[in-house]
Protein backbone atom coordinates (compact mmCIF):
# COMPACT_ATOMS: atom_id res chain seq x y z
CA UNK A 1 0.00 0.00 0.00
CA UNK A 2 2.68 2.42 0.78
CA UNK A 3 6.30 2.10 -0.63
CA UNK A 4 9.16 4.87 0.77
CA UNK A 5 13.07 4.83 -0.08
CA UNK A 6 15.43 6.47 1.20
CA UNK A 7 12.90 9.59 2.23
CA UNK A 8 14.54 12.49 4.03
CA UNK A 9 12.63 15.70 5.25
CA UNK A 10 13.93 19.31 5.90
CA UNK A 11 12.37 21.99 7.70
CA UNK A 12 15.33 24.70 6.56
CA UNK A 13 18.36 23.60 8.44
CA UNK A 14 16.21 21.06 10.58
CA UNK A 15 16.39 17.45 9.63
CA UNK A 16 12.82 15.71 10.59
CA UNK A 17 13.62 12.17 8.97
CA UNK A 18 16.66 11.00 7.98
CA UNK A 19 16.55 7.97 5.20
CA UNK A 20 13.65 6.15 6.02
CA UNK A 21 12.70 2.90 4.46
CA UNK A 22 9.30 1.63 5.26
CA UNK A 23 6.65 -0.31 3.27
CA UNK A 24 3.21 -0.63 4.79
CA UNK A 25 1.07 -3.58 3.58
CA UNK A 26 -2.16 -4.38 3.03
CA UNK A 27 -4.70 -4.53 6.15
CA UNK A 28 -1.66 -3.45 9.08
CA UNK A 29 -2.36 -1.86 11.44
CA UNK A 30 1.28 0.12 11.70
CA UNK A 31 1.26 2.00 15.24
CA UNK A 32 4.33 4.79 15.09
CA UNK A 33 5.77 5.84 17.94
CA UNK A 34 8.85 7.94 18.94
CA UNK A 35 10.05 10.58 21.67
CA UNK A 36 8.20 14.27 21.12
CA UNK A 37 10.46 16.00 18.04
CA UNK A 38 10.48 12.44 16.43
CA UNK A 39 9.24 13.22 13.28
CA UNK A 40 6.17 11.10 13.25
CA UNK A 41 3.58 13.93 12.03
CA UNK A 42 6.13 14.55 9.85
CA UNK A 43 5.63 11.29 8.09
CA UNK A 44 1.86 11.05 7.95
CA UNK A 45 2.98 15.05 6.68
CA UNK A 46 4.77 13.69 4.14
CA UNK A 47 2.92 10.78 3.13
CA UNK A 48 -0.30 12.85 2.52
CA UNK A 49 1.96 15.14 0.54
CA UNK A 50 1.66 17.85 3.15
CA UNK A 51 5.39 18.93 3.01
CA UNK A 52 7.56 17.24 0.16
CA UNK A 53 10.34 15.17 0.85
CA UNK A 54 13.58 16.82 1.11
CA UNK A 55 14.51 13.65 -1.31
CA UNK A 56 13.58 10.02 -1.56
CA UNK A 57 10.42 8.49 -2.66
CA UNK A 58 6.87 7.63 -1.67
CA UNK A 59 4.23 5.68 -3.63
CA UNK A 60 0.98 5.22 -2.37
CA UNK A 61 -0.61 2.38 -4.35
CA UNK A 62 2.05 2.77 -6.87
CA UNK A 63 1.36 6.66 -7.47
CA UNK A 64 2.91 9.40 -6.51
CA UNK A 65 1.43 11.13 -2.98
CA UNK A 66 0.09 14.01 -4.93
CA UNK A 67 -2.52 12.05 -6.76
CA UNK A 68 -2.86 9.49 -4.06
CA UNK A 69 -4.60 11.76 -2.11
CA UNK A 70 -7.67 10.03 -2.64
CA UNK A 71 -6.94 6.90 -1.19
CA UNK A 72 -5.90 8.37 1.85
CA UNK A 73 -8.17 10.00 5.08
CA UNK A 74 -6.53 11.88 7.77
CA UNK A 75 -7.77 11.78 11.16
CA UNK A 76 -5.63 15.43 12.92
CA UNK A 77 -4.64 15.29 16.45
CA UNK A 78 -7.92 17.13 17.57
CA UNK A 79 -6.25 19.27 19.87
CA UNK A 80 -5.17 20.83 16.67
CA UNK A 81 -8.57 21.63 15.29
CA UNK A 82 -10.35 24.55 15.35
CA UNK A 83 -13.31 23.84 17.48
CA UNK A 84 -15.02 27.36 17.76
CA UNK A 85 -15.63 27.01 14.25
CA UNK A 86 -19.43 27.54 13.74
CA UNK A 87 -20.41 23.99 11.90
CA UNK A 88 -22.01 21.45 13.00
CA UNK A 89 -21.69 17.16 13.05
CA UNK A 90 -23.49 16.62 9.92
CA UNK A 91 -21.81 19.37 8.11
CA UNK A 92 -18.19 18.70 9.40
CA UNK A 93 -18.40 15.02 8.17
CA UNK A 94 -20.18 15.99 4.79
CA UNK A 95 -16.39 18.05 4.24
CA UNK A 96 -15.41 14.23 3.67
CA UNK A 97 -16.96 13.37 1.04
CA UNK A 98 -15.90 16.98 -1.19
CA UNK A 99 -13.38 15.73 -4.19
CA UNK A 100 -9.93 16.32 -3.74
CA UNK A 101 -8.89 19.07 -4.67
CA UNK A 102 -11.74 20.17 -2.60
CA UNK A 103 -14.43 21.81 -5.10
CA UNK A 104 -16.76 24.21 -2.85
CA UNK A 105 -19.45 24.32 -5.61
CA UNK A 106 -20.31 20.34 -5.01
CA UNK A 107 -23.25 19.64 -4.56
CA UNK A 108 -24.11 16.74 -2.25
CA UNK A 109 -25.79 13.79 -3.87
CA UNK A 110 -28.65 11.45 -2.52
CA UNK A 111 -25.78 8.76 -2.36
CA UNK A 112 -23.55 11.14 -0.41
CA UNK A 113 -26.37 12.08 1.84
CA UNK A 114 -27.03 8.51 2.40
CA UNK A 115 -23.49 7.45 3.32
CA UNK A 116 -23.21 9.91 5.60
CA UNK A 117 -26.09 8.60 7.77
CA UNK A 118 -24.68 5.34 7.43
CA UNK A 119 -21.01 6.44 9.08
CA UNK A 120 -22.85 8.59 11.70
CA UNK A 121 -25.26 5.34 12.45
CA UNK A 122 -21.92 3.46 12.71
CA UNK A 123 -20.12 5.37 14.96
CA UNK A 124 -23.30 6.37 17.13
CA UNK A 125 -23.20 10.35 16.49
CA UNK A 126 -26.52 10.24 14.87
CA UNK A 127 -28.36 11.72 18.07
CA UNK A 128 -25.39 14.61 17.67
CA UNK A 129 -25.19 15.52 13.94
CA UNK A 130 -27.20 19.40 14.87
CA UNK A 131 -24.69 19.57 17.31
CA UNK A 132 -22.37 22.35 17.22
CA UNK A 133 -18.86 20.97 17.07
CA UNK A 134 -17.94 23.55 20.05
CA UNK A 135 -20.03 21.94 22.20
CA UNK A 136 -19.24 18.14 21.68
CA UNK A 137 -16.76 16.16 24.54
CA UNK A 138 -13.15 15.45 23.44
CA UNK A 139 -14.26 11.64 22.71
CA UNK A 140 -17.58 12.59 20.93
CA UNK A 141 -15.29 14.76 18.44
CA UNK A 142 -12.21 12.39 17.85
CA UNK A 143 -15.17 10.51 16.70
CA UNK A 144 -16.66 13.16 14.08
CA UNK A 145 -12.66 13.40 12.51
CA UNK A 146 -12.64 10.27 11.88
CA UNK A 147 -16.38 10.13 10.88
CA UNK A 148 -15.32 12.70 8.49
CA UNK A 149 -12.00 10.46 7.15
CA UNK A 150 -14.41 7.61 6.16
CA UNK A 151 -16.71 9.64 4.45
CA UNK A 152 -14.55 10.28 1.90
CA UNK A 153 -13.82 6.33 1.20
CA UNK A 154 -10.20 5.83 2.10
CA UNK A 155 -8.05 2.69 1.12
CA UNK A 156 -5.61 3.94 3.89
CA UNK A 157 -6.44 5.70 7.47
CA UNK A 158 -3.86 8.15 8.73
CA UNK A 159 -4.61 9.48 12.48
CA UNK A 160 -2.19 11.40 14.48
CA UNK A 161 -2.62 10.91 18.22
CA UNK A 162 -6.09 9.83 18.28
CA UNK A 163 -6.23 8.98 21.90
CA UNK A 164 -4.16 11.94 23.23
CA UNK A 165 -5.98 12.94 25.78
CA UNK A 166 -8.98 11.08 25.98
CA UNK A 167 -10.32 8.82 28.79
CA UNK A 168 -9.51 5.02 29.25
CA UNK A 169 -13.41 4.69 28.14
CA UNK A 170 -13.24 7.11 25.45
CA UNK A 171 -9.90 5.73 24.04
CA UNK A 172 -11.61 1.89 24.62
CA UNK A 173 -13.79 3.32 22.29
CA UNK A 174 -11.86 4.74 19.25
CA UNK A 175 -10.13 1.28 19.46
CA UNK A 176 -12.70 -0.80 19.39
CA UNK A 177 -13.90 0.92 16.30
CA UNK A 178 -10.20 1.22 14.67
CA UNK A 179 -9.83 -2.55 14.67
CA UNK A 180 -13.37 -2.61 13.41
CA UNK A 181 -12.12 -0.82 10.63
CA UNK A 182 -8.71 -2.42 10.01
CA UNK A 183 -10.76 -5.21 8.73
CA UNK A 184 -10.96 -3.53 4.79
CA UNK A 185 -8.44 -1.06 5.76
CA UNK A 186 -5.59 -0.41 5.89
CA UNK A 187 -4.26 1.78 9.27
CA UNK A 188 -1.22 4.32 10.24
CA UNK A 189 -1.88 5.37 13.34
CA UNK A 190 0.91 7.72 15.53
CA UNK A 191 0.41 7.33 19.25
CA UNK A 192 2.04 7.69 22.67
CA UNK A 193 -0.04 5.26 24.35
CA UNK A 194 1.84 2.10 24.60
CA UNK A 195 -0.77 0.24 25.88
CA UNK A 196 -2.26 -0.22 22.47
CA UNK A 197 0.30 -1.79 21.58
CA UNK A 198 -0.30 -4.95 22.71
CA UNK A 199 -4.15 -5.21 22.00
CA UNK A 200 -4.76 -3.80 18.19
CA UNK A 201 -1.48 -2.29 16.27
CA UNK A 202 -0.22 -5.59 14.16
CA UNK A 203 3.23 -3.64 13.66
CA UNK A 204 5.26 -1.39 14.82
CA UNK A 205 7.53 1.51 13.50
CA UNK A 206 10.29 3.02 16.17
CA UNK A 207 11.12 6.23 15.03
CA UNK A 208 13.11 9.18 16.08
CA UNK A 209 14.17 11.13 13.06
CA UNK A 210 15.46 7.80 11.26
CA UNK A 211 13.31 4.75 11.79
CA UNK A 212 14.80 2.63 14.60
CA UNK A 213 12.47 -0.75 14.09
CA UNK A 214 9.59 -1.58 11.85
CA UNK A 215 8.52 -5.20 12.24
CA UNK A 216 6.10 -6.90 14.58
CA UNK A 217 4.93 -5.78 18.00
CA UNK A 218 8.18 -7.02 19.69
CA UNK A 219 9.68 -3.76 21.48
CA UNK A 220 13.05 -5.05 23.47
CA UNK A 221 14.25 -3.14 25.42
CA UNK A 222 17.44 -1.91 23.43
CA UNK A 223 15.03 -0.85 20.53
CA UNK A 224 13.58 1.60 23.20
CA UNK A 225 16.46 2.94 24.44
CA UNK A 226 17.54 3.91 20.98
CA UNK A 227 14.48 5.43 19.91
CA UNK A 228 13.91 7.10 23.05
CA UNK A 229 17.35 7.25 24.11
CA UNK A 230 16.51 6.62 27.27
CA UNK A 231 15.95 3.93 29.41
CA UNK A 232 12.56 2.25 28.92
CA UNK A 233 10.41 2.42 31.68
CA UNK A 234 8.97 -0.86 33.83
CA UNK A 235 5.55 -0.53 31.88
CA UNK A 236 7.16 -0.33 28.80
CA UNK A 237 9.03 -3.10 29.96
CA UNK A 238 6.01 -5.35 30.95
CA UNK A 239 4.88 -4.71 27.32
CA UNK A 240 8.14 -5.87 25.17
CA UNK A 241 7.46 -9.29 26.98
CA UNK A 242 3.95 -9.95 26.52
N1 LIG B 1 6.69 23.64 10.38
C1 LIG B 1 7.87 23.35 10.93
N2 LIG B 1 8.92 24.19 10.77
C2 LIG B 1 10.13 23.89 11.31
N3 LIG B 1 10.38 22.79 12.04
C3 LIG B 1 9.37 21.94 12.23
C4 LIG B 1 8.06 22.15 11.70
N4 LIG B 1 7.27 21.12 12.05
C5 LIG B 1 8.03 20.28 12.78
N5 LIG B 1 9.29 20.77 12.88
C6 LIG B 1 10.42 20.13 13.57
O1 LIG B 1 10.62 18.84 12.97
C7 LIG B 1 10.90 17.86 13.96
C8 LIG B 1 9.87 16.75 13.92
O2 LIG B 1 8.61 17.29 14.35
P1 LIG B 1 7.27 16.42 14.32
O3 LIG B 1 6.14 17.33 14.66
O4 LIG B 1 7.20 15.66 13.06
O5 LIG B 1 7.55 15.40 15.53
P2 LIG B 1 6.56 14.42 16.29
O6 LIG B 1 7.30 13.13 16.44
O7 LIG B 1 5.25 14.35 15.60
O8 LIG B 1 6.44 15.13 17.69
P3 LIG B 1 5.28 15.09 18.85
O9 LIG B 1 5.29 13.68 19.40
O10 LIG B 1 5.80 16.07 19.84
O11 LIG B 1 3.98 15.49 18.22
C9 LIG B 1 10.96 18.61 15.30
O12 LIG B 1 12.30 18.94 15.54
C10 LIG B 1 10.13 19.86 15.04
O13 LIG B 1 10.56 20.93 15.84
Do not use: W
Not at 62 to 68: D, F
Amino acid sequence: MIYIKNLNVQYGSITALSDINLKVSKNDFLGIIGPNGGGKSTLLKTILSLIPPSSGTIRILGQNPKRARKYLGFVPQFSKFKIDFPINVNDVVSIGCLAKPINIFHRYTSEDKEKISSILEKLDLKHLKERQIGELSGGQLQKVLIARALASDPEILLLDEPTASLDSRARNDIYSLLKELNHNMTIIMVTHDMSILTSHVKSIACLNQTLHYHGEVNLTDEIMQKTFGCPVDLFTKRISKI
